[in-house]
Nanobody, 117 residues
Framework: QVQLVESGGGLVQPGGSLRLSCAAS????????MGWYRQAPGKQRELVAV???????NYADSVKGRFTISRDNAKNTVDLQMNSLKPEDTAVYYC???????????WGPGTQVTVSS
């Protein structure tokens, strides 16, 4: 089982930047995919960005060109650099990991990101 802990959320003005970090722990040697999802009030949880251990990335269309995901495979960490933030980016952001392609999802407790003036 993988334990995930996020950090870096907060309040930022429109156009600002935030960096989220997530660290995985547990009896793991490698993690197939790590990434970020978000859930806004009244909406379903949605993919933001994920990255495989081989470097393949997938971004939601709404964040392409503004957000960048990075991973340290050796440390089992994943970061999300968020630039040009918009009010519609406001949500709880969850770190996600799967040890293998068919493994179950592990989730962090979430961190709040609020974009408001």
């Amino acid at each position: 089982q993988v334990q995930l802990v996020e950090s870096g959320g907060g309040l930022v003005q429109p156009g600002g930047s935030l960096r989220l970090s997530c660290a995985a722990s547990g009896s793991i040697s490698s993690i197939y995919v790590m990434g970020w999802y978000r859930q806004a009030p009244g909406k379903q949880r949605e993919l933001v960005a994920v990255r495989t251990s081989g470097g393949i990335t997938n971004y939601a269309d709404s964040v392409k060109g503004r957000f960048t995901i990075s991973r340290d495979n050796a440390k089992n960490t994943v970061d999300l650099q968020m630039n040009s933030l918009k009010p519609e980016d406001t949500a709880v952001y969850y770190c996600n990991a799967r040890i293998g392609p068919l493994s179950s999802n592990s989730w962090g407790p979430g961190t709040q990101v609020t974009v408001s003036s």
